[in-house]
């Protein structure tokens, strides 16, 4: 593996199950030498969803020498970690520097490939983010932007035909219950075009379209969600509050998932070609500084794209 994105960016796995890191691999290869982790100490690159021994890692082992007395098992994180953050940063850095700032990179960007500082890194700095912050910031206000726009679209709909339909009963002269019926009617019928607006435009609603945005299955990570997991998704918007409390919900899971995109089991991604865009600036930026891409492997690449995040589980 002499992929960029490998160097950096690693997280691991304590025996009791607490999460240390990022660290570079360099790092990790030091752990496994002075026998702070062993070799079936579970680890995990920031790009990857699963766990695995250090054994597994390819490569990473070569050249380490492990007294034969080491530990099969265990570790001793919970003594070694340092406390202070500029030892972390130590464990964490290589030569490898942040796209966006003067600083050393720590870990890579599942969505624009970008290396990315501890400044950019989402908070809190324990857990496991895929994304940087600029992305999971990025995608959350296009997120809350749409859904703005498509209500402010199902209201200028709704005025519009509840406007004409009353036009039409005054020029016809209609008495009785009838005009309110056809209100009841287009009300309702409003109503469910935007509880499906994504199922219906096969994942993406005009405004999730206009800003790039698409919901998808996480079974797969690519079928656009159906008319049943749409419903499923707007549940929350009928209980008192929980709107207000979804945008930060959504803000703060790795994943990005509101409580909607839980129980639907869907996700909301960039569309391919938005995600082009991304990873084009990226390289640009990284190109201007002199920098390599961080996986020169178009197959590596593909690997860390949004597409395997969609199916991550957690
Ligand atoms: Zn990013
Ligand atoms: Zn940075």
């Known amino acids: 593996m002499s992929e960029r994105a490998y160097l950096i960016g690693w997280w691991i796995q304590s025996e009791d199950e607490e999460i240390y890191g990022p660290v570079s691999r360099k790092t990790l290869r030091e752990f496994l030498r002075d026998e702070v982790i062993s070799r079936n100490t579970l680890v995990r690159h920031c790009t990857e969803e699963t766990w695995r021994p250090a054994a597994d890692v390819p490569g990473l082992l070569e050249g380490v020498e492990i007294s034969e007395a080491a530990p099969v098992t265990g570790d001793r994180l919970a003594d070694m970690w340092p406390s202070r953050r500029a030892e ?6 290589t030569g490898i ?38 992305c999971q910031a990025n995608m959350h206000n296009r997120r809350v932007g749409a859904f703005m726009l498509d209500s402010l679209l199902l209201y200028i709909c709704s005025l519009l035909l509840v406007g004409g339909s009353a036009a039409v009963s005054v020029a016809t002269d209609a008495l009785g219950e009838a005009p309110v019926v056809v209100m009841q009617v287009i009300y309702w019928g409003l109503t469910i075009v935007f509880i499906v607006r994504d199922s219906l435009f096969f994942g993406a609603g005009p405004a999730k379209r206009l800003v790039g945005l698409r919901v998808v299955k996480a079974s797969d990570g690519h079928t656009p969600l159906g008319h049943g997991q749409a419903v499923v998704r707007y549940l929350p918007f009928l209980i008192p509050f929980v709107p207000i409390i979804e945008i930060v919900v959504a803000y703060r899971d790795p994943l990005m998932r509101r409580w909607g995109d839980r129980w639907a089991k869907t996700r909301v991604i960039d569309s391919p070609a938005k995600l082009a865009r991304v990873r084009d600036k990226t390289g640009r930026q990284l190109a201007d500084k002199g920098n390599e891409p961080m996986f020169s492997d178009e197959s590596l690449a593909k690997q860390a794209t949004v597409d395997p995040f969609a199916r991550f589980a957690e």
Not at 88 to 93: G, I, K
Not at 102 to 124: D, G, I, N, S, T
């Open 97 to 134: 520097e942040c796209v966006r700032h003067r600083r050393p990179a720590v870990l890579v960007c599942v969505r624009c490939h970008a290396p990315y500082c501890r400044k950019c890194q989402m908070k809190p700095y324990r857990r496991p983010y895929y994304l940087c912050r600029r």
């Open 88 to 93: 972390q940063q130590e464990l964490a850095a």
